[in-house]
């Protein structure tokens, strides 16, 4: 395409975007029949001329690997090629409105269009004609796409506090889907990261509510700016498992769900989020996918969510299978288009279709139900532009040059993410032109930087990995001055490993300190669920072999969840949590490292200290109480929003405009950030409230508000706050959100004000 093409191509997308934030907000429009522009117009006439057959085949998404060589959908034949007998099976006989996934791995950009121009081909020939709504999960950068830049994982994100970033990268994201022709994205995760034994805690943006909606919010208007369908997923209360492990029951009462878990999504709902993925699992006892009072009471009528609703995968089935709610698969499906789903993720098996139209035949669903989602799903289609231009343009503007770019945007949010927990003595930054000792089972591993959803699935196959990408330790050699000495060790080393490596480090004496690489290897799903809260002993054991010689020990933590590792932190000198942060995480950590970084990340989570012990940073009065009645037993690792640099950055002067305020008042706050060292810094800087007394308990804290910010060595710099005073509320008794009158008490860091409400 060239460029000129390419920007009207953009702007379609823009318009279309338009068009659908228009229509977000007059919702319950989508479910009338009205003809009068050319989007309903189409609609309605597509509908029109539909069988009911087909209104069940739209409903239906298939993944890719049913429809490759092969006799298993899991394990396609390699090299994955379309099987068109099946696609033809699949598209003429099933009429199947939407396909996901890539098989089991990442192809590259020309493979990804040339299997969905196939397949586009193939669906233009169906009448009436209705495109295919290619959906994958680019929940990292475009990770099932060979060679794109890949950003780190949404915990790391988090850690940035800066939505324009995540904007951004999301808009980044976005291009690469739609070059690749499969515009719908599997993201962002709205789910509110509360437990930290959730093994896809690290897809979350952590554990405040305020922050997964403002982070959420930019995900998904970063993506939608681009002409793709972003997804809110999981609805609702996925993630706090009683269990703690994946796909378990959550017992969440009605209010903390609304207090907790629905604003993320209200955001995202305001802010035109096309499409909602449905949680895969159980809240008190009924799942959601079967759950009207969520799917259709809460999500469509209190929230007003107008667009298209999937199930996760298989999940209709597992009604039966799993949760033991219907005796059989036709009673499934007819409990889960009642609760409010459009579309079924099968992905294999195509029964569903055909149970769809047995269920309207025998009058146990009626068509206009069937009608109200096949309304929603074309609406998404001809929002995308895919009935103007089903398949991908034959030149786009993702090339060389312009991923390039993309990588250094995903290396800034890397190095925005990097958190420095520990730095006893100033041990960091490091001199890069002394040698260092690096060691560590996720020193010399990509899988390690990525974490799950990078090239395949769990990513843990290195066929997949990013040619030319640098682990941590391919990073520091290529950018450090003095000599990089590695020690490698894989994630089961042992005793023997250990005093090998004690030794190996003895013997480079020149090395100014031991550097580790702490942590994980990647998995998501039920496959990361672990009963073990604690960091690897093994682990433990090396930090505290490699201090008890002597030297400074510094250790980097790659994971996606906070390991109980009081131990190692303690014999540690300097500590630094990474994340997940990408294909660029490596680089950025050997800048954080050096010091040609100075570290802003800060903690979008508590990280507790003990095995037993996890609370979240806006945990109530009780929950802190000693045997000495005072409130001290709150002593986590580290603090949500911890994250120290290399500078000296000092806040003073807090202030508010006034001190008493009405109801429907801003509070105007400001603050000032003073660098009184040697570097120019950037900090996130966080308010925090207080209710003096509520009718609910109050929280001890609530975050309030953030602001990242830059300030040069020796300079100032104000940091102003608004915060309506409607933001102090909670969810009351009677589940209405209320704000009450009366004190309160804001606080940035040390400083305090108090302020009133008046009735
Ligand atoms: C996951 C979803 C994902 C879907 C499609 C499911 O197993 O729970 O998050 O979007 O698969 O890949």
Sequence with gaps: MQADECTLHTMNRHWSIWMIATCVACTPALDMPVASDPRSAW???????????????????????????????????????????????????????????????????????????????????????????????????????????????????????????????????????????????FAPILDVGRDPRWPRFWETFGEDPMLVSRLGVAAVTGTQSMGVAATMKHFLGYSMPLTGKDRTPAWIPERQLHEIFVPPFRAAIEAGAMTVMINSSEINGIPVHSDEALLTGLLREELGFGGLAVTDWEDIKYLVHRHKVAATYKDAVEMAIRAGIDMSMVPADLKFPALVVELVREGRISEDRIDASVRRILAVKWDLGLVA????????????????????????????????????????????????????????????????????????????????????????????????????????????????????????????????????????????????????????????????????????????????????????????????????????????????????????????????????????????????????????????????????????????????????????????????????????????????VASITPSVWRLAGFERVAVQAGESVDIAYELPVQQLGFVGRDLAYVVEPGDFTLRIDSLTTTISVNP
């Excluded at 209104?55 to 490759?68: H, I, N, S, Y």
């Excluded at 394990?75 to 006989?93: F, G, S, Y």
């Excluded at 042992?494 to 550097?515: K, L, P, S, Y």
């Design 389 to 692: 231009e089903s398949t991908p343009p034959a030149e786009h503007v993702v090339d060389a040059s312009w991923r390039a770019g993309q990588r250094q945007t995903c290396l800034e949010a890397a190095e925005q993410s990097i958190t420095l927990l520990k730095n006893a003595s100033q041990t960091l930054p490091l001199s890069a032109n002394r040698p260092i000792w690096v060691s560590g089972p996720t020193a010399h591993s990509l899988a390690a930087l990525n974490g799950g959803w990078t090239g395949t699935w769990q990513g843990t196959d290195p066929r997949y990995d990013t040619p030319g990408a640098l682990t941590a330790v391919e990073a520091l050699k290529s950018s450090w001055n003095g000599d990089v000495f590695h020690f490698d060790l894989e994630m089961d080393f042992d005793a023997d490993d250990i005093a090998a490596a004690v030794r190996d480090f003895r013997q480079h004496n020149g090395a100014q300190v031991a550097v580790v690489f702490l942590g994980e290897l990647p998995y998501t799903e039920m496959a990361g669920n672990d009963e073990e809260v604690q960091l690897n002993a093994n682990q433990t054991a090396l930090v505290e072999a490699l201090a008890a010689t002597g030297a400074s020990v510094v250790g980097v933590y790659l994971g996606g969840r906070p390991r109980r590792m009081e131990a190692a932190v303690e014999a540690l000198d300097g500590f630094i949590m990474g994340y997940l942060p990408g294909n660029e995480g490596g680089t950025a950590i050997a800048r954080v490292l050096s010091g040609a970084v100075n570290p802003s990340g800060h903690l979008p989570f508590t990280w507790p200290r003990k095995s037993g012990a996890h609370l979240t940073y806006d945990h109530k009065y009780t929950e802190t109480l000693d045997l000495d009645s005072s409130f001290t037993a709150f002593n986590p690792l580290f603090e949500f929003g911890s994250g120290l640099n290399y500078s000296t950055l000092e806040l003073v002067d807090f202030q508010t405009d006034q001190i008493v305020y009405n109801l429907q008042d801003t509070i105007r706050a400001q603050v000032t950030l003073r660098n009184a060292g040697q570097r120019a810094a950037e900090d996130v800087v966080h308010l925090y409230s207080h209710d003096h």
């Design 43 to 185: 609609i309605e006439s597509t509908l029109g001329a539909m069988t009911l057959e087909q209104k069940a085949g739209e409903m239906t998404q298939l993944t890719l690997g049913a429809l490759l060589e092969g006799t298993n959908p899991y394990e396609p034949t390699e090299p994955h090629r379309l099987d068109l007998e099946k696609v033809r099976k699949a598209v003429e006989t099933y009429h199947i409105g939407s396909v996901l996934n890539c098989g089991n791995h990442a192809f590259t950009l020309e493979r990804w269009r040339e299997l969905v121009s196939q397949l586009q081909t193939v669906a233009a020939e169906r009448f009436p004609a209705t495109p295919i709504l290619y959906g994958v999960d680019a929940v990292h950068g475009a990770n099932y796409t060979t060679g794109a830049a890949l950003s780190p994982q949404q915990i790391g994100l988090a850690a940035t506090w800066n939505p324009e970033l995540v904007y951004d990268l999301a808009a980044g994201t976005a291009l690469e889907l739609q070059a690749a022709g499969t515009p719908w994205n």
